[in-house]
């Protein structure tokens, strides 16, 4: 990403994977080349996840199976938080679990409340190899539990139980981009 420039604004949008496609599921390769390639990839990561509305985005969502995610979401006190990290650890999640509507750019137009810590820490690398620690509380917390999970092959979906994970699972047989 170029300093001082727009994230996404020299990327290429791409196609969106969906649930069902094989590479959702798969648990994402540590990224091993910091250069060109990669920056341009998170280019295209961000530009995708702003086309599609997204406050979060994961490689393996645009098809490629490399640990990097990229967002642009508030907290719960409306703080944006702008950035990308590079093969990520989820190295802490604490505080109270909080069931909240989450949805997916993979499982477009569909949501169910879903739980998770209202505290997470990810560490990691930036696009030029700096080492880098993002903590989040509330909704940030939520999205980088979740683009974390899109790297382990998990979706928001594979949280729930009961009558929530039916419900869901019915709404997806009938979403009009399920195979």
């Given amino acids: ?14 196609p969106l994977t969906l649930l069902g496609d094989a590479g959702l ?8 080349e ?12 961000f530009a995708t996840m702003y086309a599609a509305q997204g406050v979060g985005l994961a490689a393996n969502q645009i098809g490629v199976a490399q640990r990097v995610f990229v967002y642009d979401c508030p ?8 950035g990308h990290v590079v093969n990520p650890r989820l190295v802490d999640v604490d505080g109270v679990v909080v069931r909240g509507p989450e949805g997916c750019l993979s499982l477009p137009g569909l949501e169910a409340g879903t739980e998770r810590y209202d505290h997470a820490v990810i560490e990691g690398f930036t696009a030029t190899g700096e080492p880098v620690t993002v903590h989040g509380t509330g909704f940030f917390a939520r999205c980088l539990q979740h683009e974390y999970d899109h ?5 928001y979906a594979d ?7 039916r419900k869901l699972l019915r709404h997806i047989r009938r979403a009009p981009w399920h195979r």
Avoid: T, Y
Avoid at 76 to 82: F, P, Y
């Fill in 34 to 45: 910091f250069g060109p390639e990669l920056a341009a990839l998170v280019e295209d990561l």
């Fill in 151 to 155: 790297l382990e092959g998990r979706v």
């Fill in 75 to 82: 907290d719960d006190d409306d703080v944006r938080n702008l």
């Fill in 1 to 14: 990403m170029r300093h001082g420039s727009i994230p996404g604004a020299h990327g290429r949008v791409r």
């Fill in 25 to 32: 599921r798969e648990q994402c390769r540590e990224v091993a």
């Fill in 159 to 165: 949280h729930l139980m009961g009558w929530r994970k």
